[in-house]
């Protein structure tokens, strides 16, 4: 049974800096896609950023060269490492991971850990 666990989050001021985990049992991160999303209230889910198979990392446009995602040597774990955070990088945030190497579909997810950041 695929879990993944994420932790890290909490309460920042504005340009503060927060590490999100992401703990992944009953799976091998190596040979899947894995990701991080968040959902502000009242927001759609947002994909903030990708790790693909090929050690490849994309993100969107709004955490470019503040956010950085990761992967342990050993594969189990996938951070977000987010620096000179703003107010509204403030919502829920959540690890997701495919089933194969494909970068479109994740089934598996985890709970979710908050990030609020004040101004």
């Known amino acids: 049974q695929v879990q993944l666990v994420e932790s890290g989050g909490g309460s920042v001021q504005a340009g503060g800096s927060l590490r999100l985990s992401c703990a992944s049992s009953?799976?091998?991160?190596?040979?899947?896609?894995m990701a991080w999303f968040r959902q502000a209230s009242g927001n759609p889910r947002e994909r903030v950023a990708v790790?693909?198979?090929?050690?490849?990392?994309t993100y969107a446009d709004s955490v470019k060269g503040r956010f950085t995602i990761s992967k342990d040597n050993a594969k189990t774990t996938l951070s977000l490492q987010m620096n000179s955070l703003k107010p509204e990088d403030t919502a829920m945030y959540y690890c997701?991971?495919?089933?194969?190497?494909?970068?479109?579909?994740?089934?598996?997810w985890g709970q979710g850990t908050q990030v609020t950041v004040s101004s």
């Open positions: 997701a991971a495919s089933s194969s190497s494909s970068c479109i579909w994740f089934p598996y």
């Open positions: 009953g799976y091998t991160l190596s040979s899947s896609c």
């Open positions: 790790f693909d198979t090929h050690g490849s990392t």
